[in-house]
């Protein structure tokens, strides 16, 4: 919730995206574009980003990380980052990488999201994600044109 709003509030369009009925409710992000609630595994090509978009995954295990990066990298967005630490990020990329995915798509995934600011809490998280995302955007590092961006939210 406070990465999705901190975001809209620095001109980034984000759309919530989670399988959980009492989760993906638009009052619990009341800044969203869209907040969608759909079956992870059974993503239609639509709910999944684009060239122009950013995604983040912010999912609550390793399995539903995988089952949306195996969706989400042929999509090729302008920015693919997610929660979690470097041991994470290692192991993901492994299990990627044993499925046949590419180093060069490997590399694409910033895990971990976020500039290193030391932060805990929810609030200084999403500070270190819109920290990052703010400061590629002013570098021009992001390839999109509109500032979209879509917060896959899990």
Known sequence: METADLLARMAFS?????????YARPERFPRAEAVLCRDLAHLAS?????????????????DLDLLLLRAILPA??????????????????AALA????????LERMVLPVGLPLGGETPAEIALSVAAQLVQLRSRGELSFSSSKKSEKNC
């Open 14 to 22: 984000c759309t919530v995206l989670d399988d959980r009925p009492d």
């Open 98 to 105: 044993r499925e046949g995915f590419s180093q060069a798509q």
């Open 76 to 93: 090729e967005p302008a920015f693919l980052g997610g929660l979690g630490s470097r041991k994470k990020g290692a192991f993901l990329r």
């Open 46 to 62: 639509g709910d999944l980003p684009g060239p122009e978009d950013c995604a983040l995954l912010m999912s609550r295990s390793h």
